[in-house]
């Protein structure tokens, strides 16, 4: 795995590293840390085979714009081209409540500061390998159901894992999102904000890696979070952050609704698929017709 992000690493004109050390947890590329000739850590990551010439460039782009924009922290992009991205390395974030603390208000600033009049994004760009369509809507039910949800019944995977009923049942439930959810603005959302894609900085504050960037319903971020077992310290987030963002008393309750479009691409992509498709069945069972 290393002498492949290496032999990336010189064909790409980086040649002052001498070794790298595997990095974990990411599902979708391959990944590093590299010492330069100067003893500056990098975090590479390539795709054996990439998904499309640019999904590399969609994501360097996301953390520019989530930096410039949204005034979040994220790595310094080095190098990105069709088949490698080279960025400043971060740390490992603190297990603490001050940091997530941090965090919320880092969010907080992101959502409410960055609301845009349409849905979507000028490009599509990644999740994980798959990609996302993110073509412009002025209404945040259709762009919701028709590129975050319906999307996805295409994937031969999740062909096989919900039955007809369950995506008729999906159907329904995307018939019924102005029902269910409140209406919201778009505003410029990470897109797969889950714990693993949380670090810090050199000085500890909170710094976010791995986008898949668009305008859409802020919740879609918080969803993710909730919904992924974050660590215990982490509590300390969620209350804080409803408070800065001004959310209702029911936020809790469309978290499993709006956490169904990161279920269904993690089983258009991986098997086993960690219960997602458990829980997608759960979340429609009551929008499955009554016999």
């Not at 922290?73 to 990105?80: K, R």
């Not at 693993?196 to 898949?212: E, F, H, K, Q, W």
């Not at 960037?213 to 919904?227: C, F, I, P, Q």
Request: charged residues 25%.
């Amino acid at each position: 795995m290393t002498s492949f992000l290496l032999q990336r690493l010189h064909a790409a004109g980086v040649t002052d590293v001498g070794g790298i050390e595997p990095a974990t947890g990411g599902l979708a590329a391959t990944a590093g840390l590299a010492r330069r000739g100067d003893g500056t850590p990098v975090f590479v990551k390539a795709f054996g085979e990439p998904p499309s010439d640019d999904a590399f460039l969609a994501e360097a782009e996301g953390l520019t714009t989530l930096r410039e924009a949204g005034g979040v922290a994220t790595p310094e992009v080095i190098l990105a081209d069709r088949d490698l991205l080279v960025l400043s390395a971060l740390q490992p974030r603190p297990g603490t409540e001050a940091f997530w603390e941090q965090l919320a208000h880092a969010l907080a600033h992101l959502h409410t500061t960055t609301r845009y009049p349409r849905f979507g994004w000028h490009r599509d760009n990644w999740l994980g390998r798959r990609r996302q369509i993110n073509t412009w809507d002025d209404d945040g039910f259709e762009f919701f159901a028709q590129h975050r949800l319906l999307r996805w019944l295409g994937e031969p995977r999740v062909q096989e894992a919900l039955d007809p009923e369950d995506r008729a049942a999906l159907q329904r439930l995307c018939d019924r999102l102005p029902e269910l959810l409140p209406v919201r603005p778009a505003c410029l959302t990470h897109g797969d904000l889950w714990a693993l894609n949380v670090m810090a900085t050199s000085d500890g504050r909170p710094a976010l890696i791995d986008p898949a960037v668009s305008y859409t319903w802020a919740e879609v971020d918080l969803a993710h979070l909730w919904s992924t077992a974050p660590p215990p310290e982490a509590h300390v987030f969620f209350e804080l952050y409803a408070e800065l963002a001004g959310l209702d008393r029911d936020w809790r309750e469309r978290m499993p609704i709006l956490q169904l479009r990161q279920h269904l691409a993690v089983i258009a992509q991986f098997e086993p698929d960690w219960g997602a498709a458990d829980l997608v069945r759960t979340t429609l069972a009551p929008f499955r017709q009554r016999h």
